[in-house]
């Protein structure tokens, strides 16, 4: 199944919803299977930059098939797929906060939030995730 608007609205709604039991504002991104932006919200006082950071968040996820914290663990100099942050004009983010959303073992979708710290970003987006 595609990820929909509908779809995408209610994993935001979620990822919201536990960044405000943490007090943090955050900025929720969700694409599609071809990385896509189906969906973007700001909450109020988020930080610009996460605007662009959890889009690429959600991108990272699709584009490299598992979360962003693995792919920064793979990216790390000596690892095998140092420089891995460097591709596509330097959008594969290598830190946590972005999981792929998986249907029948298939990557269809992703979401990436910014705004926290790592920990909180990646606690966010787990509960978008756990509402696809």
């Known amino acids: 199944m595609p990820v929909t608007l509908e779809t995408a609205r209610r994993l935001i709604e979620a ?4 960044a405000l039991s943490l007090g943090v504002p955050m900025v929720v991104a ?4 071809g990385g ?7 909450q109020d006082d ?3 930059v996460s605007i662009e950071l959890a889009r690429d968040k959600a991108y990272s996820a699709v584009a490299v098939k598992t979360d962003t ?4 663990r793979l990216a790390q100099p000596g690892a095998e ?15 946590g906060g972005g999981l792929p959303l998986v249907e029948n073992d298939k990557v269809v979708g992703g ?4 705004g926290g710290s790592v920990a909180e970003d990646t606690a ?3 509960a978008g995730q756990k509402a696809f």
């Open 69 to 72: 914290a693995t792919i920064g």
């Open 124 to 126: 966010c987006a787990t």
């Open 81 to 95: 797929l140092f420089g891995l942050g460097r591709a596509s004009g330097g959008r594969i983010v290598t830190f």
């Open 46 to 48: 988020a930080l610009l």
């Open 15 to 18: 990822a919201k919803e536990k």
């Open 30 to 33: 969700v694409v599609d299977a």
């Open 111 to 114: 979401i990436g939030v910014s």
């Open 36 to 42: 896509n932006l189906v969906a973007l919200d700001r």
